[in-house]
């Protein structure tokens, strides 16, 4: 069984009404005035009393499929709360597996701090990613031409966003501010990942400080069409 799928609970099959009426039957007291034929009205009631049993323990079936992220469809909602999903990061997935593959993944992840985990991370949400870390620069550790970075460096790492991992044709969507459409305190520039931008800086070390570097070929100012000439 994979990570990612909900146990079976086929074993726990309810029983039913046709069960419940022979159940019932049987506790009853032996005699004339219990008669066991089916037209009688005593069976008529069992049989009442059955369907309302057989009810309630399918009812107690479903809910062994809502104990688990990964099957719950009622009790969904209550497991997106209880996770807090979803969160200012993503907007919530509009299937019901996306939903509970959702939780799932923000119940039972782990974090981390290493570069594979950030660089997983990113994979998750598309996008390829390389991380390069600072240093400051230290007389007799520093070699001549290295930076001259200060002591803050030390806890600064930058994340360099490559193109999507799933190549869709598009690359990175670019968003200008636009004056009468922008507001103020928007980037000039926008690269369409401020999904991948805010899970990282989530699950950074708070005493860390992350830079975005994003590989994209600018375009140019001015187009010059030199067969024209």
């Known amino acids: 069984m994979g990570m990612t799928e909900a146990p079976s609970t086929s074993q726990i099959a309810p029983h039913s009404a046709a069960a419940y009426a022979t159940q019932l039957a049987a506790m009853l007291p ?4 219990w008669p ?3 037209g009688s009205t005593l069976m008529q009631l069992m049989r009442a009393k059955a369907e309302e049993l057989a009810r309630v323990d399918g009812r107690v079936a479903d809910l062994f499929e809502e104990v688990d992220p990964r099957s719950a469809l009622e009790l969904l909602a209550d497991w ?3 996770a807090g999903l979803p969160d200012s990061c993503i907007a919530a997935p509009d299937s019901i597996a996306e939903r509970q593959a959702a939780v799932h993944s923000r119940l039972t992840g782990l974090g981390g701090q290493s570069r594979a985990y950030f ?4 994979a998750t949400l598309g996008f390829a990613i390389t991380i390069d870390e600072f240093r400051p620069f230290r007389v007799g550790q520093s070699r001549v031409g290295d930076c001259l970075y200060d002591e803050a460096w030390a806890h600064a790492w930058r994340v360099n966003v490559q193109s999507p991992a799933v190549d869709d044709g598009q ?3 670019l968003r200008y501010f636009r004056v009468g459409q922008s507001r103020v305190g ?3 520039v926008g690269f369409g990942s401020l999904d991948l931008e805010c899970i ?3 699950a950074a070390p708070a005493h860390s400080i992350v830079i975005f570097a994003y590989d994209i070929a600018p375009d140019p100012m ?8």
């Open 30 to 33: 032996r005699g004339r005035a």
């Open 36 to 38: 066991r034929e089916d």
């Open 200 to 202: 990282i800086r989530r």
């Open 80 to 82: 997106e709360r209880v």
């Open 222 to 229: 001015v187009w010059f069409d030199f067969t024209a000439l």
């Open 171 to 173: 690359g990175l969507t």
């Open 186 to 188: 928007e980037r000039l």
């Open 119 to 122: 660089i997983g991370l990113a």
